[in-house]
Nanobody
Framework: VQLQASGGGLVQAGGSLRLSCAAS????????IGWFRQAPGKEREFVSA????????MYADSVKGRYIVSRDNAKNTVYLQMNSLIPEDTAIYYC??????????????????WGQGTQVTVSS
């Protein structure tokens, strides 16, 4: 399976963006799809994850209440709706797949297929 992330852009603080992570085929529905972000000079940071076949999800504390992760069966796509954006959300956002258990979802080393990343820039 291959993943392609898209939907990034430049937005003012307080605004919204919706990122998409499109899979090359439906086989990825057996995975958990995670979203990570990496700002310049910082380590890759967990943002959110969704287990496709159950719909269960997880969020980092820094985005809880502002971001919503969802999936669309018909389009083989996972979305990350980002609201109330702040400058600290500026980063390259990546989606990736894992078969790990829920407790491992925040660990980027548990993921083995990564999309190419999409830039999100939030201006103050």
């Amino acid at each position: 399976v291959q993943l392609q992330a898209s939907g990034g852009g430049l937005v003012q603080a307080g605004g919204s963006l919706r990122l998409s992570c499109a899979a090359s085929d439906s086989s990825f529905r057996r995975y958990t799809i995670g979203w990570f972000r990496q700002a310049p000079g910082k380590e890759r940071e967990f943002v959110s994850a969704i287990k496709w076949n159950e719909g269960s999800s997880m969020y980092a504390d820094s985005v809880k209440g502002r971001y919503i992760v969802s999936r669309d069966n018909a389009k083989n796509t996972v979305y990350l709706q980002m609201n109330s954006l702040i400058p600290e959300d500026t980063a390259i956002y990546y989606c990736a797949t894992t078969l790990g258990v829920r407790s491992s979802w925040p660990d980027p080393q548990m993921y083995y297929v990564w999309g190419q990343g999409t830039q999100v820039t939030v201006s103050s």
